[in-house]
T-cell receptor
Framework: AQSVTQPDIHITVSEGASLELRCNYSYGATPYLFWYVQSPGQGLQLLLKYFSGDTLVQGIKGFEAEFKRSQSSFNLRKPSVHWSDAAEYFCAVEPGGYNKLIFGAGTRLAVHP | DAGVIQSPRHEVTEMGQEVTLRCKPISGHDYLFWYRQTMMRGLELLIYFNNNVPIDDSGMPEDRFSAKMPNASFSTLKIQPSEPRDSAVYFC?????????????FGDGTRLSIL
């Protein structure tokens, strides 16, 4: 069965520091891959997506993610974190375009001033 | 452009009562999804529609849950009778199709508390 693992439940970084959130998926082929962000009391906002092609994907708010087929990973990165980035981040896969998103458990990011 | 609109934002009701959650998808989107978010189980897909027709309801937890989409601009998720374990945040999302460049857009959710 398809699954998504986000190993880190909570991460705390200082403002201005770099960030990497990990995501691993289990699927036989290359799925569609997504990162969403959820601020408190809000819905999920799409940060970026990968379907094919260039394995380094740029998203909104200065985020990027790199797809590594050999590691079944799709890690999210940001070179310099801002206090407003504090939120929960979800990695998701859509196996083979079946339109069924499978979400990871999420990583809650705290940013220290 | 208006995003996905859900109502109510918050609902508190007593066990055994009927609960109806509402969703208006983005205009022109032909896929609509209902998700449930809990601490224990995370985000789960309950059901999704294509062109107002339910395609996959395998995530609906039990017969107490039902969803309808009478037209392209409105969907409901109903729980009858409600139970405390149904307390969760319920999200509606819509998209304009499958395949590339068709991500799902989420509403702000309905926070449901069953006492």
């Amino acid at each position: 069965a398809q699954s998504v693992t986000q190993p880190d439940i909570h991460i705390t970084v200082s403002e201005g520091a770099s960030l990497e959130l990990r995501c691993n998926y289990s699927y036989g082929a290359t799925p569609y891959l997504f990162w969403y962000v959820q601020s408190p009391g809000q819905g999920l906002q799409l940060l970026l997506k990968y379907f094919s092609g260039d394995t380094l994907v740029q998203g909104i708010k200065g985020f990027e993610a790199e797809f590594k087929r050999s590691q079944s990973s799709f890690n999210l990165r940001k070179p310099s974190v801002h206090w407003s980035d504090a939120a929960e981040y979800f990695c998701a896969v859509e196996p083979g375009g079946y339109n069924k998103l499978i979400f990871g458990a999420g990583t809650r990011l705290a940013v220290h001033p | 452009d208006a995003g996905v609109i859900q109502s109510p934002r918050h609902e508190v009701t007593e066990m055994g009562q009927e609960v109806t959650l509402r969703c208006k998808p983005i205009s022109g989107h032909d896929y609509l999804f209902w998700y449930r978010q809990t601490m224990m189980r995370g985000l789960e897909l309950l059901i999704y529609f294509n062109n107002n027709v339910p395609i996959d309801d395998s995530g609906m937890p039990e017969d107490r849950f039902s969803a309808k989409m009478p037209n392209a601009s409105f969907s409901t998720l109903k729980i009858q009778p409600s139970e405390p374990r149904d307390s969760a945040v319920y999200f509606c999302a819509s998209s304009s199709g499958t395949g590339q460049n068709q991500p799902q857009h989420f509403g702000d959710g309905t926070r449901l508390s069953i006492l």
